[in-house]
Each structure stands twice: as C-alpha cells, then as structure tokens.
C-alpha cells in the first residue's frame, strides 16, 4: 500500500478548509506516516492519531503516544508536547485522511448505497444475491457487503453492531474488498452515518433511496423529522446514479433534490406507470409472490421466495439496480429467486403448519405497518401474535409507533426486552404496553425473548385457528445489548427452531 508524508496529510486537509492551526510539525512534514488511527488500542510506529468522539480523554492520546504516535489530529490542544493539526471538523478529517490513508479504494469498486427507513436490509441483500450470481457466471469474486446484519470484506466477516460503521472502518472494508479482487461493494446507508460524516468520501455508483418515515428522533440521534430527513437526502451530492421509490412519503421532494445532486436519476414504483421501473400484475402462489416489471427495454417475470408483499419493493430497487449495472435479465431473475437476507421474513412452521412464525428484524413504524398489515393480508384465518421491544434510550417514538400498530393487528402481544442498554426492560414495555391497550387488553410483559416464544407456542398450540407469531427486532442477532455491553444470547432464529421443533416431538405419530 502506498504510504503517504506528513505534509501530503496537512495538504489535503488545507485543501478541505478543515485547518485552525498547524503545531511543531515543520521538522515532521517530509516524514512518512506508517499507520493513520483512531484508535489508541491500534497504534504501531509512526502513526498519525485521529482525537475523535465527545467522551475522548487526554489518557487515550499519551497512551497512544507511548505506543508510536508521532502526530495527532484534533478539534483542541492537548497538554502533549507531540507536533499536532487542529481542526474545525474531525469527523471530517477522520473521513479524508481515512480514504487517503487507504489509498482512495472507493475509486476502485463500485460502491452501491442503500437509504431510507425501511427495507435497505433485504434490498442489499437482493442486490447482493444478484450480484454473486453474476459472479460465479463470471467466475469472479462474490460481493462485499456492510449492513446491519454482517459485514463481509473477503477478509473480515463478523455479525454488525450498527448500520453503517466509521469512516475509517467503512475505508478498510473498501480497501479489503479491492485488494480480494471484489468488484462491488453494497451497503446500507444511515441517517447518522451521513449527519455525522461517515461517508463523506464514499461514492455511489448507485444510491438508492427506499422510503422516509419518522424514525431515530432522539436527543442523541435526530432532535426532529426534519433533521432526519435533510440527512438521508445527504447520500445524493455522493450518488452518479441515483434511484427514488415514487410511492414513498415525500417522494417529489426527494426526486428534486436526487435531480439536483447527483448525475442521473431513475424512479421505480408499484403504483405508478409514469417510472423507470414499476410492477404489475402482481400475485401469490403458495407463499411465494410472482410479479411482472417494466423496465426501460423490457417485460419481464419475476418470483420471490422470501414472504412479504411489501418485498416486491425491495425487490424493484434491486431489479433498478442490477439493471443499470448490466447485469442481464435472466440472472436477476434467479438472483432474487434465491435470494435470502439473513433474521428478514424467516419462514419456520410446524410440520401440521398450526404454527408459524416470522423471524423479522422490523423495528420501526413503516416496517411493523408493512408486516403487520401484508400478514393480515397473506395469512388470512389465522391469529396473529407479536413479540417484540423496543431499545433503550433512543428512537423513543418507536414506543407509541410500534404499541400502536401491534395492538391493532394482533390477537396477543408480548413485550420483550431488544437492547434496553441502561435502561430498565419494565420501564420500556411498560411504556409500549399504555399504546397497545388503546386496541386490546391482550399483552404480557416477559423479559425474555425465548420464553415469550415458549409461551406463546404453548398457547396456540390448545387454540382451534391456526397462529402465526411475528417475532420481531433481533433476527439471527446473537448478542444483546445491556448497560455498554453486548451480551451473548441465543438469536430468535434460534429460539424459533428450537420451540417448534419441541412442539413437534410433542405431536409426532398424531393425525394432521
């Protein structure tokens, strides 16, 4: 990897308007940086130290000083006598020196964004299942991928703790996919990750925006719905080929400023024929769902496996996608035939199929009013019952949102704990629990996923209808959050298997 000198960091820095004021560094600006940082766990010789986060303390810079930090970079003076740059904006700088530091790997694969409030997991991972198709066609490298679920880099592969991680990392993860001979890279693409600079330099080759709905407003996440949304809008100034979901909220606003910030602009819809890309004839089979698409040259068939109306969606942004990408009509076909996302619209039953269960990661107002209301659609006859909780601390509407539309669709509701952090799981249910008894009286407060699933399993099982059960939030998640600390727990997936798979042992040699 190419290294760069000292003085080639402060010149781009210069070049970005971000310097206040350069300190002792004259005798350092021919030297060559080894290592560019922000973490003071992970310092070598000669490193260039980034000060970053609002809780970052004088001990983390001398100890990183001890272990071959040479210069830092920071917002402030600290009482070090190291050559330092003060900055006006360190999220910023930590995202330019990150992509110079990593030699600019953005320039050498085609990044794809996904934005919006709902849906950007399945739809990378359409894009991504159409993409490793193309692949081993092609006999290349399959595709990288950052998302809430996992990241995978060809070389880094590990379960995610947010949706879009640092600049830093995001650059690493880059420069691992190019260096593995990957040609593309799909990613989700967070309202924070672009409030707080984290793809700053990342370029889309294409940037899809999904949907808008109130979300992540929070004193430590967005003060409003304005904020959130001038925030998503952000990814376009980054996008060559921006794609805008017609039937969203807000939706011409949004395609005016797609049109004024990025190079070209595509639109895809349900519901309306005056777009690039819209579906018709849409129907079920079974559980799988068939539909036909209008694309700028052609008419074509496709089925989805995966349940969920709402999905055809997800899959019209990938279908745009992998359109503008070349890839041809009979690979995206098979691509999203097969395609899985990982804890999205799992499907489990027991083998009479008295019980079903969909393992889902919704967690916010759009995504519960799209399941909620394609279950009541698609699984007609059956009880409906949720099992879900709501995080510590922040997105605090997803309370009311989320009690709302539970308790309107649900026959019974439990109220489980989903990452409460420092916050008491009661005092979380407790709240959710006064929004679901504005439509029933049918709830329960138990702290434990898996034994919310037991019991529910346990009472559907002596009911006359047949039960599907909506176990929502935390997907195949094999950590949970409490206090600062991500604790090792057993994913829903896991819950899921294990409890049917006991209603069965259960009911073995019994007639159906």
């Keep these: 990897m190419e290294k760069y000198k000292v003085k080639e960091y402060i010149e781009l820095l210069r070049e970005e308007n971000l310097i206040n004021e350069i300190i002792n560094c004259d005798d350092i600006l021919e030297k060559e940086v080894n290592l560019v940082s922000y973490n003071s766990k992970e310092i070598e010789e000669d490193t260039l130290f980034i000060c970053k986060g609002m809780n970052f303390k004088d001990e983390y810079l001398k100890e990183a000083i001890d272990n071959g930090v040479f210069i830092y970079v920071a917002e402030k003076k600290y009482n070090v006598d190291t050559p330092c740059v003060i900055v006006n904006d360190i999220r910023k700088a930590l995202s330019c020196l990150s992509a110079m530091y990593f030699n600019y790997p953005c320039e050498k694969v085609n990044v794809i964004g996904v934005g919006g409030t709902k849906g950007k997991s399945t739809t990378t991972y359409y894009i991504k299942s159409i993409l490793d198709e193309y692949s081993k066609i092609m006999n290349k490298k399959d595709t990288a991928v950052i998302s809430s679920i996992d990241t995978y880099d060809g070389v880094e592969n590990f379960e995610s703790h947010i949706t879009t991680p640092e600049s830093y990392d995001i650059q690493k993860h880059l420069f ?43 004193p430590i996440e967005h003060p409003n719905f304005e904020d959130y949304y001038n925030s998503k809008l952000k990814m376009f100034a980054n996008t060559k080929n921006a794609i805008v979901n017609m039937d969203a909220d807000y939706a011409d606003n949004t395609l005016s400023v797609a049109k004024r910030d990025s190079a070209r602009v595509f639109t895809f819809s349900m519901k309306n024929k005056n777009t690039d890309f819209y579906a018709y004839d849409i129907r079920k089979d079974g559980f799988n769902t068939l539909f036909k698409v209008h694309t700028p040259t052609y008419d074509e068939d496709f089925i989805l496996t995966m349940p969920g109306l709402f999905n055809i969606e997800n899959a019209l942004a990938a279908i745009a996608t992998t359109y503008l990408m070349d890839i041809p009509v009979d690979i995206i076909r098979h691509g999203l035939k097969v395609a899985r996302s990982s804890g999205r619209m799992e499907f489990f039953h027991t083998k009479d199929m008295k019980i079903i269960v969909l393992v889902d990661y919704a967690h916010n107002k759009l995504s519960f009013e799209k399941l909620f209301s394609s279950v009541k659609e698609e699984y007609k006859g059956r009880r409906i019952v949720a099992i879900f909780g709501c995080p510590g601390k922040k997105a605090l509407l997803r309370r009311k949102d989320l009690g709302l539309i539970a308790g309107k669709y649900s026959d019974f509701v439990y109220l489980v704990a989903e990452d409460p952090g420092a916050e008491p799981v009661i005092d979380i249910s407790t709240e959710i629990a006064k929004y679901v008894k504005e439509y029933t009286n049918n709830y329960a407060l138990i702290e434990d996923r898996g034994e919310a699933l037991e019991d529910a399993i346990l009472k559907a099982e002596k009911e006359e209808n047949p039960t599907i059960i909506l176990f929502t939030g935390k997907g195949r998640e094999t950590r949970q959050k409490y206090g600062n600390e991500y604790l090792p727990c057993m994913s829903d997936v896991e819950f899921t298997e294990k409890f049917l798979g006991e209603y069965d042992k259960r009911h073995e040699g019994k007639e159906e």
Excluded: T, W
């Excluded at 691992?176 to 990342?202: H, I, P, T, W």
């Design 176 to 218: 691992n996919a190019y260096n593995c001979g990957m040609e593309n890279l799909v990613m989700e693409v967070s309202s924070q990750a672009l409030k707080l600079e984290r793809v700053a330099d990342v370029f889309f080759d294409v940037g899809i925006f999904m949907n808008i709905s109130e979300d992540h407003i929070s």
